[in-house]
């Protein structure tokens, strides 16, 4: 009667032992994600506080456009709120694949503008993360 008790004693052991393991190894993975993330938004937040450095509210369209292309950066040209990519990591595998980031800049116009005007203001610049999803 003693043998069977402690062969499951043994196995109750076992599975709570292993149980924590699993524990243990999602929370250090969960961590290390943590701090991978939070180095990169350290990074995009770097980024983002150099162009509100350089590009002050109120610069003209024209004067943004000219200060990326003296310094050689990349920008797609949207119509009305071009962006730079910073960044571009891996999403989960379901429902994102990857994720871009950009430093987006947002310019003031009138409802009434068909088109981007130089003289159009810049109201805002900030972080964007679009992802390439399902």
Known sequence: MKKPLVVIFVVVLL????????????????????????????????????????????????????????????YSDQMWNPRVKIDEYPGDGLACDRWSVYVEFRFNHTNRQVDPSPYDTLSDVSIQSIGHCL
């Open 15 to 74: 599975a709570l032992v292993s149980g924590r393991i699993l524990v243990l190894r999602y929370e250090a993975r969960r961590a290390a994600a943590a701090r991978i993330e939070a180095e990169r938004d350290a990074r995009y937040q770097a980024k983002l506080a150099e162009f509100q450095r350089d590009l002050p509210r109120g610069s003209r369209r024209a004067e943004v456009g000219k200060y990326l292309g003296t310094r050689g950066t990349p």
